[in-house]
Every structure is written in structure tokens, then in C-alpha cells.
């Protein structure tokens, strides 16, 4: 008997006159804004300007898109390229389907060509982004709840899933709500990325090598407990073996990294103030202000000085006349 579960929405879109209004879009799109605006407030932290994250993400975020769905597509292949499927539904962004792994390798090629462009160092850059993309993470999750997708074995616990379509494949039934589970996961990331970057001033891309490693522990536990279609080796499914490969790339660098580059970059933006974060042309500019304005004081005092001279010498004089006559 079904005491409690969590309800999936009977539609994922609804429309606004002629314009569809998607829940998983909604959940990208919010993810994206949540991670740009904490990066930004991180990376004026570490002394760059206010605004460069979201510069940079103009480049980063379509790359991202591309390179996410590029990466469904490439390992559910089957799903838009045999018989009797579309192949045009593989643009159909929209309806779901974005592997992480592809969206944060093409995310990080657009973030390298906008760094780059900038002078800005990648890693640095990377470093102050890496929670909000877990955030971002954690958001975009619930973009499967309401497309009804991407959940976990039958179980009757009274945080499951209720699924009610029937649609491709799908069993209407309680299941395990994998998508809230690595959406909480993806939350405790962000929270550990944060305090280890407080605590041990994690630089030189260190902050996101620890993002990617912990993120990859927990995608691996969820993703052992989905139960969609996926390529298995060696009896794990392909992205376990992602998760896998990937944690181990993630903790070298962080150890070779310590070791080579210790401590955090000293400047992470040219031109900008580690102080505040504002450019250093404005600083510079108002010290050259100030500068004139002290000259020009200090001249003024001067001319007042020399008037003052002048008037005793010619008063001296004036005396010096005036006594002789008298004699």
C-alpha cells in the first residue's frame, strides 16, 4: 500500500499562446543564472572584475549545450538512429537528454577560448565557477522529474517516485527518485567545494579537480541504481566507468598539482584590483587625479608663500625709507 511517494507532473510543458514553456529548459536555464552568479561573486573574491564569469559563460554555456547533448546522442545512439526512430529528434534538445561529461569537456573548451581571450588563467577561472556549476547541477536534476525520466529501481519507500506514463518503455509505478538523490549530492559538492576552498585556499584548478572528484562519487552510487537503457562493460554501465576514470584523473591532478604549484594564483585577472575587484585603470586613473590635485595644492601654498615674502620685504622697505627722512 502506497502511504507516501513523490508525484511526477502530468505534463512537462505547458504553453503560453503559440510559445512552449518546458520545465526541463526552466531548470537549465535557472542552473545557468544561479552558476554564473555565484562564480561571479567568487572570482571578485580572488581580485578579478565583476562581470568576467558571466563574459566568459557566453562561451562556455553554448559550448556546454553542444558538447552535452553530443554526448547523449554519441552513447544512446540508438535511440535517434535505428530503424524506425528520427534522426532529426537528436536536436530536440528540448525533450531531454544532456550528459554531463560531454557538457563540462565542450563547456571547458568555450571557457579556455573566452579565458584566453581575455588573459585570464583557465584554471583560476575554473576554480571560482566549480560550485555554482554544482549548483547548476543540482538544479537542472529536476529537469528528469518533470520530463519523468532518469529514475531507479521499484522500491515503496515513502520518498519514491511515482511514475504515471507509459510512454517509451516507461512501467507506471513507485521507484527510486535518483534524480533527487544526485540533486542533494550535487548540493553537498558545492557546500564541501566552498569550505575546502576557504580552508585550504585550493588554487590553480585544484577547487574544480575537487568538484569533478566528489561529484564523481556520488554520480557513481546513482548510477548504479538507474534502471534506463545503457551500455554496460564488463557489467557496469558506461557511465560508471566514466565516473570511475574520471574520479582517478581528478585526484592525480590535485596531488601533482600540490606539488608543483603550491598554494593560489596571486593574480587572477590583468588589470583588475585584488583588493576590490574593480579595474586597475580606474584605480590607477583616480590616483593620478589625486596626485594633481596634491600638486596642484601644493603650488598654491607655495604662491600664497611667496605673495607673503614679497609683501614683508616691500614693508621693510617702506620702513627703511620712511626712517631715513626722519634722521
Not at 518546458?22 to 572584475?49: E, Q
Not at 555554482?132 to 529514475?151: D, K, P, S
Request: charged residues 25%; glycine residues 12%.
Amino acid at each position: 500500500m502506497e502511504l507516501a511517494y513523490i508525484p511526477s507532473p502530468s505534463r512537462g510543458v505547458i504553453h503560453l499562446g503559440p510559445i512552449p514553456l518546458r520545465g526541463y529548459a526552466f531548470c537549465i536555464i535557472i542552473g545557468v543564472f544561479v552558476a554564473v552568479w555565484l562564480g561571479n561573486k567568487r572570482w571578485i573574491a580572488r581580485g578579478g572584475r565583476s562581470g568576467t564569469v558571466a563574459d566568459i559563460a557566453v562561451w562556455a554555456v553554448p559550448f556546454g549545450l553542444v558538447g552535452g547533448r553530443l554526448y547523449h546522442v554519441i552513447t544512446d545512439y540508438e535511440l535517434y538512429f535505428s530503424e524506425g526512430r528520427d534522426w532529426v529528434d537528436a536536436f530536440k534538445i528540448w525533450e531531454g537528454g544532456l550528459g554531463i561529461w560531454g557538457a563540462i569537456a565542450l563547456g571547458g573548451l568555450g571557457a579556455w577560448i573566452g579565458c584566453r581571450r581575455r588573459g585570464i588563467p583557465m584554471p583560476a577561472y575554473a576554480d571560482a565557477v566549480a560550485p555554482g556549476i554544482a549548483l547548476a547541477q543540482a538544479i537542472g536534476r529536476w529537469g528528469n522529474w518533470f520530463n519523468q525520466e532518469l529514475y531507479g529501481r521499484e522500491t515503496d519507500v515513502p520518498w519514491a517516485l511515482k511514475i504515471t506514463s507509459s510512454t517509451d518503455g516507461r512501467v507506471p509505478g513507485t521507484y527510486h527518485p535518483t534524480f533527487l538523490y544526485e540533486s542533494l549530492w550535487c548540493i553537498g559538492v558545492a557546500v564541501l567545494v566552498i569550505w575546502a576552498d576557504r580552508r585550504f585556499k585550493l588554487g590553480h584548478g585544484r577547487a574544480f579537480a575537487l568538484y569533478v572528484a566528489s561529484y564523481c562519487v556520488g554520480r557513481f552510487w546513482v548510477e548504479y541504481m538507474r534502471v534506463d537503457d545503457a551500455h554496460h562493460i564488463l557489467g557496469l554501465r558506461l557511465n560508471n566507468w566514466t565516473a570511475l576514470i574520471v574520479f582517478l584523473l581528478a585526484v592525480a591532478y590535485i596531488v601533482i598539482s600540490a606539488k608543483k604549484r603550491p598554494g593560489r594564483e596571486a593574480v587572477v585577472e590583468p588589470g583588475a584590483d585584488p583588493s576590490t575587484g574593480e579595474a586597475g585603470d580606474d584605480a590607477d586613473a583616480d590616483s593620478d587625479a589625486e596626485a594633481k590635485h596634491e600638486d596642484a595644492k601644493g603650488k598654491a601654498e607655495e604662491d600664497v608663500k611667496e605673495d607673503v615674502e614679497e609683501d614683508v620685504k616691500e614693508d621693510v622697505k617702506d620702513e627703511a625709507g620712511s626712517g631715513t627722512k626722519k634722521t
